[in-house]
């Protein structure tokens, strides 16, 4: 590979998402003895949103994440270039039934220049979010993630919750993902569950 198409590469990878991106602000509580999980306090922020219905994440994800990244590209009223932040999150209003479609609201944080007066989008699939401070308990995993592993995931953070008699919100739940597609190892997803008391 030629030194101009690794250069190349990586400023597509960290155009993406990688580490070093600023992240949203949160206070965590010391894990108890036991806890396979996190409690985190995120502080109230602006991200950029949009909503899309369908029955797998992954296409919804992907859609979503496509509208979002031209916004960032200059795709806004103001035609100004977004830094990437992570996580990307994925807020899941799971449907009525089994062959209900589900709604995937995909979201980036608005980096902390932009933050007072974010630029307002120019596609009107997509919405900037003021979202109140929240607590949600969060489960770290590795690898690249899929509809399987995120179920199993959501599963075991909340086998966890019930284990400790903790009281939490339903649904909406999130999905994070910090990694661009061209990480291979070291990979870092999370599954959030709300806190009963912040429900909204």
Same mark, same amino acid.
């Given at each position: 590979?030629? *030194? ?117 989008? *120019? ?36 086998? *966890? ?40």
């Amino acid at each position: 590979m030629t *030194s101009c198409s690794s250069v190349m590469l990586k400023a597509v990878g960290q155009a993406l998402f990688s580490t070093g991106l600023q992240n949203p602000k949160f206070t965590a509580e010391e894990k108890k003895e036991g806890q396979d999980y996190e409690i985190r306090t995120y502080q109230a922020a602006k991200w950029v949103s949009t909503s899309v219905s369908g029955m797998q994440s992954e296409d919804a994800g992907k859609t979503g994440f496509r509208r979002l990244f031209n916004y960032i590209q200059g795709n806004n009223q103001n035609k100004v270039k977004v830094e990437m932040t992570a996580p990307v999150t994925f807020r899941v209003v799971p449907g009525a039934g089994p062959a209900c479609q589900s709604q995937f609201i995909t979201s980036f944080y608005i980096p902390d220049e932009h933050q007072a007066s974010p630029p307002p989008p *120019s596609d009107p699939e997509v919405f900037l979010e003021d979202r109140k401070e929240f607590t949600a308990y969060v489960r770290t995993y590795g690898g690249f993630a899929n509809e399987n592993t995120k179920r199993e995931e959501l599963q075991k953070l909340l086998d *966890s919750l019930k284990r400790d008699g903790v009281e939490y919100v339903d649904h909406p739940y999130y999905t994070a993902g910090y990694d661009s597609p061209f990480k291979l190892t070291n990979r870092r997803n999370e599954v959030w569950i709300l806190k009963k008391a912040f429900e909204q």
